[in-house]
């Protein structure tokens, strides 16, 4: 069992940055593919960014690659998403998520095992 907390969500305005992070529950967090997924109103949810432990997989949605980040400490069993240049319609409530499988299958399949509640981020224009 994993539980994820995800912090550091808000409002923003356009061309603005924000940092997600998640804090895993897990005693083999660096087993876990480690993922960030969005739910924008209205919208089905579609993955934004995921990782394998190492960093040697790591999948971006096409709209935001070049302006988010995305990293983990396994040490602190943490994962994070650096959000830069955020636009309007980045506006969504962002998951974190934990995946038993490889992270291209957790990115292509829009799936994962574990989620995080959720943190709304609002982008203004």
């Known amino acids: 069992q994993v539980h994820l907390v995800e912090s550091g969500g808000g409002w923003v305005q356009a061309g603005g940055s924000l940092t997600l992070s998640c804090a895993a529950s897990a005693r083999t967090f660096s087993l876990y593919a480690m993922g960030w997924f969005r739910q924008a109103p209205g919208k089905e949810r579609e993955p934004v960014a995921v990782r394998n432990w190492s960093g040697s997989s790591t999948y971006y949605a096409d709209s935001v690659k070049g302006r988010f980040t995305i990293s983990r400490d396994n040490a602190k069993n943490s994962v994070y998403l650096q959000m830069n240049s955020l636009k309007p319609d980045d506006t969504a409530v962002y998951y974190c998520?934990?995946?038993?499988?490889?992270?291209?299958?957790?990115?292509?399949?829009?799936?994962?095992?574990?989620w995080g509640q959720g943190t709304q981020v609002t982008v203004s224009s």
């Open positions: 998520a934990a995946g038993g499988s490889t992270a291209q299958r957790m990115f292509s399949m829009n799936r994962a095992e574990y």
